[in-house]
């Protein structure tokens, strides 16, 4: 009996510990990740779109919001990195996508907008895109597209802003 006394305020602290633990775990690795996906709109009008590395499908542009930057300086760099296209200028907001299940490696929130580009359409991430591509918004891919881009385009194609 001496000796479970003992034990006791151990087993207490150590499940106090774990129940801290648990928490900052799940305030860290339990909260949707933000993201952002560019439709990129080249001066003639054409979309860019990529073909992904890891599913073999048409996408849009994008990627998740890095510690310390914004949405604007996130889609400059993801732009950039997988497309080689510079961003001129950020048109408008297409719309904000964040079901649980929109994006099949992690629960994340993505910001959506068009963009107007410039610039040579170069790979420049070759782990993540294997081809780009620019189309007329009359002649887009019609496989099924990465996560919910298709949704996202449609959505943009409709003139919509999106909240979903």
Not at 3 to 26: A, C, E, M, N, Y
Not at 37 to 45: N, R
Not at 123 to 143: G, M, N, R, Y
Request: glycine share 8%; charged share 20%; net charge negative.
């Amino acid at each position: 009996m001496k000796i479970l006394d003992f034990f006791t305020p151990v087993i207490k602290s150590t499940r106090s510990l774990w129940h801290v633990g648990q928490t900052v775990l799940g305030i860290i690795f339990r909260h949707p990740i933000t993201g952002t996906s560019i439709i990129p709109i080249l001066p003639d009008g054409r979309i860019v779109l990529i073909r992904r590395s890891d599913d073999g499908c048409w996408s849009l542009p994008g990627g998740m919001v890095d510690w310390g930057e914004d949405i604007p300086n996130a889609v400059k760099r993801e732009l950039m990195e997988e497309t080689g296209l510079e961003l001129v200028k950020i048109r408008r907001l297409v719309g904000v996508y964040s079901a649980p299940d929109r994006d099949p490696r992690i629960h994340s929130i993505c910001v959506v907008v068009e963009a107007e580009v410039q610039g040579i359409m170069q790979v420049k991430d070759t782990l993540e895109v294997l081809e780009i591509q620019a189309f007329p918004s009359t002649s887009l891919p019609q496989p099924q597209m990465s996560h919910d881009h298709s949704r996202q385009l449609q959505d943009y194609l409709n003139g919509l802003t999106t909240l979903a």
